[in-house]
């Protein structure tokens, strides 16, 4: 907490309904946001167990950071991922970080499964388990509406909430975050799903006054105008981050077609531009931050004969884009809104829903599955058939799509086609095929994420290729974002807090911090993590590759597989060296 020596843990048994609250001292060493999440998860997992196992722990904490300082928005959730057996690791926007830091707590441990579906909710002087089977198999949006108007009260509020896929146990179900952010990746919302846990409420109301106010208020005003009046941030607003299709479009990184190409003929209809002159009809903003990224866009929909049309707001961005655009041959706006909404609503991950929809496509083209299997014909491009296959995943509707709702890697276990599974240590891949770098970064990231090390910004910043600075680069910068993500600041802004600037922040909320402590708390989160792997069972020398990724041209050209897999040898070496310092 500001201005305290300890870390508010608040501890909620799902079984027992036992509620408690902790004061960790021995926490502060890990600043907050991932590494005091990285610790709790360590402490309270059963590495033996299922991660959809009841006494499984989700853990949620926000940083040093959050709603103090602008752009500081996030919430961290860490558990056992169902999807790939190992760390779990993913962070939403909103209101939730703010809400959290006025209702008291740093973080929140969750564990055991209610005897019935329930809502938990949460304030600065009650926290309560409540009966949810009249909710259970609501949608994402509709539970949100329901509990809104069921939980009246005062204060900040956010309630996150999963849909029927995390009901399903979907291993790459999502978490809605006040409607328009998520726990995306992952699975989070099949842990929730695996403790009847539908939703969660929480109030705050606190006033905390600062205490040097002069410090405190000119170092904010010194971080606000970085992030308003510089160019820095200006692209996440303008346009947001779908500006991103046409450039990797040009130069050959964008995913195409389950990646049989890396470029998309149709890119020009799925870009920013295009959809800011044809669905962009708000932005919005995470509480705490005067960015305003949150793209939202509207299409129509025919709900009734004689012309009867609704307008729908869906939010979009650069990674929507890609897996439900390119990756599976959309070619229009309306009907990437119109796939999103629907992933959305049931709760799944957008991006590996859309990888999974891309391995099923080039499947059933290649005659590994039936149509007797996939109950519609799938084709790249086919909007109609992919929104019935959304729901097929979300529901299990049978074998096959029991399969794909446990990742691309398992289908492909089962079915074939693990040469074209475009996934990295079993979570699917990200929007970028820009080279060596994209690929050593998800492989060897903890949370096999592009997010973990920006890989592939390297990729597109390296001017000659050289293995050496490559690892180098990727582990240096893994380490910065698990310090970054102890504030925890939205990597958006990573630009605008330096060192520098953390430190004057920090100190002037009351944290005493130098430079080589944040070097030094970075390094802890991380050995946290990999510790965290071990037990899990994850080795990266094990990690194999999709063949794919050698086939199809990558923006920095034609990769090769044996270069790649001596990348991961050699990173993997720094790990031992880094793990036994």
């Not at 995306?184 to 969660?200: D, E, F, H, Q």
């Amino acid at each position: 907490m500001i201005y305290e020596k300890y870390i508010k843990v608040l501890y909620i048994d799902m079984d027992t309904k036992r509620i408690r609250i902790e004061q960790r001292k021995d926490l502060i060493e890990y600043l907050g946001g991932v590494g005091v999440a990285s610790k709790l998860l360590e402490e309270n997992m059963k590495p033996e167990l299922s991660p959809l196992d009841e006494s499984q722990p989700i853990v949620f904490a926000i940083g040093a950071g959050s709603a103090i300082f602008p752009v500081i928005t996030k919430t961290v959730a860490m558990f056992i991922s169902p999807l790939t057996g190992e760390l779990g690791e993913s962070y939403a926007g909103g209101r939730m970080a703010l809400t959290l830091f006025l209702a008291g707590y740093d973080a929140i441990v969750i564990h055991g499964k209610a005897k019935k579906p329930s809502y938990i909710t949460i304030n600065r002087n009650n926290v309560e388990i409540k009966d949810a089977r009249a909710f259970w198999g609501m949608d994402s949006d509709e539970i949100g509406r329901v509990v809104r108007d069921r939980e009246p009260g005062g204060g900040k509020r956010s309630i996150i909430r999963i849909g029927p896929a995390g009901e399903n146990m979907v291993s790459y179900a999502s978490v809605c975050v006040d409607t328009y952010r998520h726990f995306g990746r992952l699975g989070l919302g099949a842990v929730m799903g695996s403790k009847n846990l539908k939703a969660i409420s929480i109030v705050g109301d606190r006033s905390i006054p600062i205490k040097n106010f002069k410090d405190y208020f000119k170092v904010y005003q010194e971080i606000y105008n970085r992030v308003t009046d510089t160019e820095i941030m200006s692209k996440y607003h303008d346009a947001g981050t779908p500006i991103n299709i046409e450039p990797l479009n040009a130069a050959g990184g964008l995913p195409t077609k389950n990646l049989r190409q890396n470029v998309f003929e149709h890119g020009d209809k799925i870009s920013g531009e295009a959809f800011a002159h044809k669905n962009l009809v708000r932005k919005m903003a995470c509480t705490g931050c005067p960015v305003g990224c949150i793209h939202i866009g509207q299409f129509r929909r025919e709900f009734d004969k004689g012309h009867e049309y609704e307008s729908v707001s869906v939010g979009y961005d650069y990674e929507l884009l890609f897996a439900l655009g390119s990756f599976i041959g959309i070619k229009s706006s309306d009907e990437i809104l119109q796939l999103i909404e629907k992933v959305e609503h049931l709760g799944m991950d957008a991006m590996s829903t859309g990888v999974v929809l891309g391995w099923a496509t080039e499947a059933f083209m290649k005659k590994l599955v039936t149509e007797e299997q996939t109950l519609v014909p799938l084709a790249f491009g086919n909007t109609a058939n992919y929104v019935k296959a959304i729901e097929y995943i979300a529901y299990k509707r049978n074998d096959f799509y029991k399969a794909l709702s446990e990742g691309v890697d398992k289908a492909s276990d089962i079915y074939g086609g693990k040469e074209f599974a475009m996934a990295f240590a079993k979570n699917e891949m990200a929007g970028y095929h820009t080279g060596y770098g994209m690929i050593l970064g998800s492989a060897a990231g903890a949370r096999h994420s592009h997010l973990c090390n920006g890989g592939y910004s390297v990729d597109q910043s390296m001017k000659e290729f050289n293995k050496e600075k490559l690892v180098d680069a990727i582990f240096a910068e893994e380490k910065e974002r698990c310090m970054l993500n102890s504030l925890i600041i939205c990597l958006f802004a990573r630009k605008v807090y330096d060192r520098k600037t953390i430190i004057a922040a920090l100190n002037s909320i009351g944290y005493a911090i130098t430079d080589e402590e944040l070097t030094a708390i970075g390094d802890r989160i991380y050995k946290t993590k990999l510790r965290i792997k071990k037990a899990l069972g994850f080795k990266l020398a094990d990690v194999k590759l999709p063949k794919r990724l050698f086939e199809t041209p990558s923006l920095s050209g034609q990769l090769d597989e044996g270069i790649s897999y001596e990348l991961i040898d050699m990173y993997n070496r720094k790990l031992e060296e880094f793990t036994a310092g």
